[in-house]
């Protein structure tokens, strides 16, 4: 299923703007990104979920892995390398609380979401992948005391040009 299949139910449709792709960036960086979040980020990317988590996709990946990437694989809390490291781990979104979100690659062709949580200081592991995560996350069946209560109806703004 694709992004747009699982999330509108949470989040409505993909934001009707040109959506980009990552295929320079995957050149430059050496590697392929997960499909299920090239799909993700190229329809829902570039934008914010009800004022609390910020998803990157083909405007900001870059520019933002380039900022927190380096700062992620330096904390004591970040159990590996992120990308574009060989091997590294994809940071794909963050929220208003500093949380950075990851996708792990579980060697079996399965990426699941993980978290630096900054107020606790800690690592987070799931065994979800991108879209189930989200599509979990967003509607309260999963335990994420880390997250807000969420409103009936999430508010998805695109980022600025």
């Known amino acids: 299923m694709s992004a747009a299949d699982v999330l509108t139910p949470v989040l409505g449709p993909p934001p009707q ?44 990946l870059q520019s933002y892995a380039a900022r927190m990437g380096p700062r992620m694989a330096r904390s004591p809390f970040v159990p590996g390398e992120v990308l574009p490291a060989k091997g590294g781990m994809l940071l794909w979104g963050n929220t208003v609380e500093g949380d950075q ?22 690592w987070y592991e799931s065994d979800l992948t991108l879209l189930d995560w989200l599509r979990q996350a967003l509607t ?20 600025q040009e």
Not at 140 to 159: I, K, N, S
Request: charged content about 25%; overall charge negative.
């Open 17 to 60: 703007r040109a959506a980009g792709t990552f295929e320079a960036l995957e050149r430059e960086w050496g590697v392929a990104l997960p499909e299920e979040y090239a799909d993700f980020g190229s329809a829902y990317g570039d934008a914010t979920i009800s004022d609390f988590i910020f998803l990157y996709g083909p405007r900001t």
């Open 101 to 122: 979100l990851f996708l792990v690659d579980r060697g079996d062709g399965r990426w699941t979401v993980a978290a630096f949580r900054r107020n606790w200081a800690d």
């Open 140 to 159: 309260g069946q999963v335990a994420t005391d880390w997250l807000p209560v969420w409103p009936r109806r999430h508010t998805l703004v695109p980022a």
